[in-house]
C-alpha cells in the first residue's frame, strides 16, 4: 500500500510562487508513474504535471511556461514548483502515483490565489 503525503499549499497573490512536495511510502521500489492534479471549486479533477511511466513527461497547456515539475527516484518524491500563480490557479491539489497495477492518491493540499 503507498501512502502518498502532500505539502505546501498556501494562500498566495497573483504573482506570486509556491512549491508543493509529495512524499511516498511503502513501495519496495521506484515508483515510474507520478505527478500532481487538481481539483478548482465547482470542477472536475484535472491533470496538471505528471511524470508518465513510459518517461514522457506531461504538462498541462494553462501551466507550461509557469510550473515545473521534479523527482527524486530514489527517495520516490515529487515536487511542482509554480510560478507566476494566478487566480484560476486556485484548487485542491493532489499527488498522484501508479504503481504495480493501482493508482494511489494524496489527500490533498489546498492552494489559493488571491488578493
Known amino acids: 500500500q503507498v501512502r502518498l503525503v502532500e505539502s505546501g499549499g498556501d494562500l498566495v497573490q497573483p504573482g506570486g510562487s509556491l512549491r508543493l512536495s509529495c512524499e511516498a511510502s511503502?513501495?519496495?521500489?521506484?515508483?515510474?508513474?507520478m505527478g500532481w492534479y487538481r481539483q478548482p471549486p465547482g470542477r472536475q479533477r484535472e491533470v496538471v504535471a505528471m511524470f508518465h511511466g513510459g518517461g514522457a513527461t506531461i504538462l498541462a497547456n494553462s501551466v507550461k511556461d509557469r510550473f515545473t515539475i521534479s523527482r527524486d527516484r530514489a527517495k520516490n518524491t515529487v515536487d511542482l514548483q509554480m510560478n507566476s500563480l494566478k487566480p484560476e490557479d486556485t484548487a485542491v491539489y493532489y499527488c498522484?502515483?501508479?504503481?504495480?497495477?493501482?493508482?494511489?492518491w494524496g489527500q490533498g493540499t489546498q492552494v489559493t490565489v488571491s488578493s
Open positions: 498522484n502515483a501508479y504503481y504495480e497495477g493501482r493508482t494511489f
Open positions: 511503502g513501495s519496495a521500489s521506484t515508483i515510474a508513474q
